[in-house]
């Protein structure tokens, strides 16, 4: 049973909003996701909160500037996803434009698995390097750490995730959810982490007088790598995050984007000027993750160092055939899922645990977000990692955190889970074959303890219902300049249609003509192409629908019932 609830809308945020000169549609959005005053929409690069107060970034820039005079190589261990990626690409054109000898190594998923592993150190050992940098990785990495240290590389972590018990003993660690760190928005991507790095390190090079004789790097040329990152990594888009895409939209709007994220927009067939955050989220960032999930990240992070623009349309072009083939392995595994599922009730579990032997490893933490968000409940789904071992990717619903679920598992079975890592809303492990029945019993006892069945009723919160001077071209156009994301997400809106007409296009999706008060509206519903009957009631968001350059309103349909 699905709930339609409109979001509630604080009366005196609403008054301050629309006295500060808001239009009424606006204020009543922006009210209704916990904005109570207009100083907290202000997205200027001068509102960013200082990085003063991020544990270690005095500490790391000193260190940094110290590996630039020795003329230190330093050598960055990237993670796999579009954060990993967009956070690597930061680190080494920011760590070169400030002299530093800087390179590059991403994991291959498939023969290293997540982080700085006592694999990977070994890996890098061949090539030298004096100082190991983590970015979007570390913060659990004591054993690889460990092993640096034996060998005689220093380890600095920029990470963003939630520490376990025991930190490694890195030479610095800047991560936001570490203990003792005062730094106010708790959500950086592993990007935004390095970026800030990068803001401490100009500060402290300032002071020893580096841009005397030379101009200073402009930092600012990275917000459209930080933007896709932080969009791409689902990250809660508080006022700190929101600055730093809006001013990397601006950025790419503004056709100043790097060639990398141009030629990815070029494959998709989205215009630069027009590029909105969802653009980042569902269409640029799933093709530079396609390299990670299918291939090699290295793929993706050269795109985004490559300043040649026939060199980047390649590889785009590249990522794109990725991340097709990742859409039909994904069909393919969603269906098997499914079929597994025909002899098993979802709604009789709090919690779904899934292996195939046929499924790709890349590709689990999408089918884990498609079942999830399909019965709406927290969702693991495995694939075979060789040696007799599974990995995990998990999605969870709100109510259950599922790395503190994860972790209180491990407690209870401590040989149970190898190792684990992530998020509330998602989540890795990796189990042993023969624990996987174990494992989902775990599993589902701690989702019943900690999920009601309240929790498991599916709810769609909506702005409620336009007024129709409100559902026009200029209002879609409005709303695509905002900053939408998790934490602070897009508007979507509830009403009662006539169905006048409606017709399959593209095989799978239908194009309806609706009616709302006497007035014809054009919807689009994806991924559905039975009829619809000629009364519904739908949630939708307003969007822009263009053909032969000219633009229309047009709905997309959500939900319908």
């Given amino acids: 049973m699905t709930q339609i609830t409109p979001r509630e809308i604080p009366a005196t945020a609403l008054h301050h909003l629309l006295d500060n000169g808001y239009t009424p549609g606006l204020a009543k959005i922006f009210a209704a996701r916990g904005i109570t005053d207009s100083q907290q929409l202000e997205t200027s690069f001068a509102h960013l909160l200082p990085f003063d107060k991020l544990k270690n970034a005095h500490a790391m820039a000193r260190l940094l500037a110290d590996a630039i005079a020795a003329r230190n190589k330093v050598l960055v261990i990237a993670d796999y996803d579009a954060d990993g990626a967009t956070a690597c690409a930061v680190a080494v054109r920011g760590l070169r434009a ?160 790097c060639a990398g994220i141009n030629a990815l927009l070029q ?146 079975h401590p040989a149970m889970i190898k190792k684990f890592g992530g998020h509330a809303m998602a989540a890795g492990l990796s189990i042993a074959e023969a624990d996987l029945a174990g494992f989902v019993a775990a599993f589902e006892r701690v989702a019943r303890e900690l999920l009601s069945i309240a929790d498991l009723a599916r709810r769609i919160e909506t702005d409620g219902a336009l007024e129709p001077d409100e559902m026009t071209l200029d209002a879609a156009r409005m709303l695509d300049e905002q900053v939408w994301g998790q934490g602070f997400p897009a508007p979507q809106f509830n009403e009662d249609f006539r169905v006048q007409n409606q017709r399959v296009v593209g095989e799978k999706h239908l194009k309806l003509r609706l009616m709302m008060n006497g007035k014809p509206i054009e919807a689009i519903l994806f991924g559905h192409n039975e009829p619809l009957p000629e009364q519904i009631h739908a949630v939708y968001s307003l969007s822009i629908n263009e053909y032969n350059d000219n633009q229309s309103l047009q709905l997309i349909i959500r939900h319908w019932e």
């Fill in 267 to 412: 494959v998709s067939k989205k215009i630069p000027a027009r590029v909105t955050s969802l653009d980042l989220g569902f269409t640029v960032g799933p093709r530079l993750n396609a390299a990670g999930r299918l291939d090699d990240m290295s793929l993706g992070i050269n795109c985004l160092l490559t300043d040649d623009e026939a060199d980047a349309l390649q590889i785009a072009a590249k990522l794109d055939a990725l991340n097709r083939e990742r859409r039909s392995i994904e069909t393919d595994m969603q269906d098997s899922a499914l079929a597994v599922l025909e002899s098993v009730n979802p709604s009789d579990g709090y919690s779904l645990a899934l292996f195939d032997e046929s499924w790709h490893q890349g590709v689990i933490g999408i089918l884990a977000s498609r079942l999830k968000d399909k019965f709406h409940r927290p969702v693991i789904a495995f694939a075979q990692a060789g040696n007799g071992e599974l990995k995990g990717s998990g999605r969870s619903i709100a109510g259950l955190h599922l790395r503190d679920a994860l972790d209180l598992i491990s407690k209870r």
């Fill in 98 to 257: 400030f002299g530093a000898r800087v390179d590059f190594i991403v994991p291959n998923r498939f023969e290293y698995g997540y982080g700085l592993t006592p694999e990977i150190v070994h890996l890098a050992a061949e090539s030298s390097p004096d100082i190991l940098l983590t970015v979007d990785n570390g913060i659990a990495s004591v054993d690889g750490v460990a092993e640096a240290n034996s060998l005689g590389m220093q380890v600095f972590v920029t990470d963003h995730h939630l520490p376990g018990d025991t930190l490694p003993d890195a030479a610095c660690i800047v991560n936001p959810n570490q203990p003792g760190c005062e730094f106010a928005s708790k959500h950086l991507a592993g990007v935004g982490v390095m970026f800030y790095v990068l803001l401490a390190l100009r500060a402290e090079l300032r002071t020893r007088g580096a841009f005397l004789n030379l101009p200073e790097p402009k930092l600012a040329e990275l917000l459209d790598l930080v933007a896709l990152g932080t969009v791409a990594d689902v990250v809660r888009l508080d006022q700190n995050n929101r600055i730093l895409v809006q001013q990397g939209l601006q950025r790419i709007r503004a056709g100043r984007a």
